[in-house]
């Protein structure tokens, strides 16, 4: 039976991935700072740590492990990265667990190891055009991320890399492009647009407004956790280092994405753009080099993982200590 460990196990993506694990057949030790707060995990061992902490980091990476899954980090929605009254904390935390994970990783000889990096590492200024971004894995440099969260990410790439070329650990590097999905935060600040679109449009009454961040017109893409998984899977079994993008190509203004809740939801709503926080102009996942080396990307429409995640998020509206089905 192959082991695993999963940093940040308590976390969306993270608790997605031990279920993954565990249908494979894994036994999988997860950490966090907290359990996931919207279903109970299914690792054999979860561990309550902090892992800015090296005694913590050496207490739960304590073997051998044939996999290693680093997803931990200070993190959240346009609402905490881009206010810029989180970079301290930000950067700081995410940068010593990866300091304190790779370093003992080496230590205990860790066969395998991923690094979720993140599409906020590309140069904003590639990013000004919503219609036309660049954010293909070679665009990188000259580097320019949009946030602190993004020069954090470009960082602890560079570390993990670092760590392979001088201590040959063998890792691999995704940059994640927004995923989404049920059991995920969609309330207090740290949400993301497709769970707070979601959240506010199961809220708001037939014939109300809701606000969204900005003029509406920025764009993105928004790949669904179970798509995401599948790619993360697919990259550790293969001979591919990275980094690669794990996104997808369908590319929606943030005005598009309300509207497709508002049409999943069935509601006469309407929209009102405000100021807030909203990041580079437009982003989208270049899936070129993914196709390259795994023969695969992801490929789902957008509007089919909506619907899953609005049907969860709208059941916790209504009674928020119901845990949906829904997966």
């Known amino acids: 039976m192959k082991k695993a460990l999963v940093c940040g196990a308590g976390g969306f993506i993270g608790g997605h991935l031990v279920e993954r694990l565990k249908s494979e057949g894994y036994w999988v030790r997860g950490v966090d700072l907290k359990e996931n707060e919207y279903r109970k995990t299914s690792a054999d061992d979860f561990v309550i740590g902090d892992l800015t902490n090296p005694v913590v980091v050496a207490m739960v990476l304590d073997q051998s492990f044939d996999e290693v ?34 370093n003992q990783a080496v230590k205990v000889g860790v066969k395998k190891l991923f690094y979720s990096s993140s599409a906020c590492m590309y140069p904003a200024y590639n990013q000004e055009d919503p219609n036309n971004p660049k954010c293909s894995e070679e665009s990188a440099y000259p580097a320019a991320p949009d946030s602190e969260y993004g020069w954090e990410k470009l960082f602890s790439e560079r570390l993990y890399l670092a760590y392979n070329r001088n201590y040959g650990l063998n890792v691999r590097v995704a940059r994640f492009h927004n995923i989404f999905g049920p059991y995920g935060t969609y309330t ?4 993301k647009a497709p769970a707070a679109m979601c959240r506010k449009i199961a809220e708001v009454e037939q014939g109300g407004t809701i606000e969204v961040w900005g003029d509406g017109k920025q764009t993105r893409s928004f790949l669904y956790i179970d798509e995401c998984l599948e790619a993360v899977r697919r990259l550790m079994e293969s001979d591919f280092m990275g980094p690669v993008n794990i996104g997808s190509e369908e590319m929606v203004s943030i005005n598009q994405l309300a509207q497709m809740v508002i049409g999943i939801a069935g509601k ?25 080396k795994l023969n695969w990307a992801p490929s789902e429409p957008l509007i089919e993982g909506l619907t899953r995640t609005y049907s969860w998020i709208s059941q916790k509206v209504k009674k928020p200590e119901a845990v949906s089905a829904v997966s």
Do not use: C, W
Not at 188 to 191: D, T
């Open 268 to 292: 006469d709503v309407s929209i009102k753009n405000i100021d807030g926080p909203t990041g580079v102009r437009g982003r989208n996942s270049d899936n070129k080099l993914i196709r390259e």
């Open 188 to 191: 207090g600040g740290k949400e």
């Open 69 to 102: 899954y680093q997803l931990a980090a200070d993190m959240g929605g346009a609402g905490y990265i881009f206010t810029g009254d989180n970079d301290a904390n930000v950067m700081h935390n995410s940068a010593t667990i990866n300091l304190n994970v790779a």
